[in-house]
């Protein structure tokens, strides 16, 4: 199982970026899960965001407040997160998650670094 993220950087308080994560070598069945979670320095890392599958549920965490947005293409096993009004406080490693709903094993990428400054 492989995830690649892209589109990390860095960004002014109140600007936007968008995230991409493409998965191989898994297939996504019912009630899996594929989004994104969050780790900034020093503290555990922490759930952003998912898209539930088949059906496209969405969830996202209370940090978010209606600024983030996730999306996703199943043709192409991929999953997206549109960041918008971006604050300093979501600063951190953006992590691409895969949980099988099978078993409960969780599939990460390698994080993509955000940074927004004030």
């Known amino acids: 199982v492989r995830l690649v993220e892209s589109g990390g950087g860095s960004v002014q308080a109140g600007g936007s970026l968008g995230l991409s994560c493409v998965a191989s070598?898994?297939?996504?069945?019912?009630?899996?899960?594929f989004g994104w979670y969050r780790q900034a320095p020093g503290k555990q890392r922490e759930f952003v965001s998912i898209?539930?599958?088949?059906?496209?549920?969405?969830y996202y965490a209370n940090f978010v407040n209606g600024r983030f947005s996730i999306s996703r293409d199943i043709a192409e096993n991929a999953v997206f997160l549109q960041m918008n009004s971006l604050e300093p406080e979501d600063t951190a490693v953006y992590y691409c998650?895969?949980?099988?709903?099978?078993?409960?094993?969780?599939?990460w990428g390698q994080g993509t670094q955000v940074t927004v400054s004030s």
């Open positions: 998650n895969i949980r099988k709903s099978v078993d409960g094993t969780m599939h």
């Open positions: 070598g898994v297939t996504l069945s019912k009630d899996d899960n």
């Open positions: 898209v539930a599958w088949p059906m496209g549920n969405e």
